[in-house]
């Protein structure tokens, strides 16, 4: 059964940090691009962060650039999302989800398999 658990999420103050993650099960996720999506109440799901298959190349949306950084370990089956200087504009449930292909895009449609989320809250 594939099945994608994200964990890590919670309160923090404004300027903290978290660290977001993303276990796989029921597959590998060697061949697998990761994205990481969030959706703050009234807004629409926003593509944040995704690393390819094929050579761990990433992307971010440009509000997190130089804050998130992505990476993946594929002897855990487990992707990470590093959020530091967290801002308030940053609250929202945060997803994984996987795309079978070799490079990653910030796109939903392009992902097949979706985690249940976690929520981030940056408040003080």
């Known amino acids: 059964q594939v099945q994608l658990v994200e964990s890590g999420g919670g309160l923090v103050q404004p300027g903290g940090s978290l660290r977001l993650s993303c276990a796989a099960s029921?597959?590998?996720?060697?061949?697998?691009?990761i994205g990481w999506f969030r959706q703050a109440p009234g807004k629409e799901r926003e593509g944040v962060s995704c690393?390819?298959?094929?050579?761990?190349?990433?992307n971010y949306t440009d509000s997190v650039k130089g804050r998130f950084t992505i990476s993946r370990d594929n002897a855990k089956n487990t992707v990470y999302l590093q959020m530091n200087s967290l801002k308030p504009e940053d609250t929202a449930v945060y997803y994984c989800?996987?795309?079978?292909?070799?490079?990653?895009?910030?796109?939903?449609?392009?992902?097949?398999?979706w985690g249940q989320g976690t929520q981030v809250t940056v408040s003080s």
């Open positions: 029921g597959f590998t996720l060697d061949y697998y691009a």
């Open positions: 690393i390819s298959s094929s050579d761990g190349s990433t």
């Open positions: 989800a996987t795309a079978l292909l070799p490079f990653c895009y910030l796109v939903a449609k392009e992902y097949d398999y």
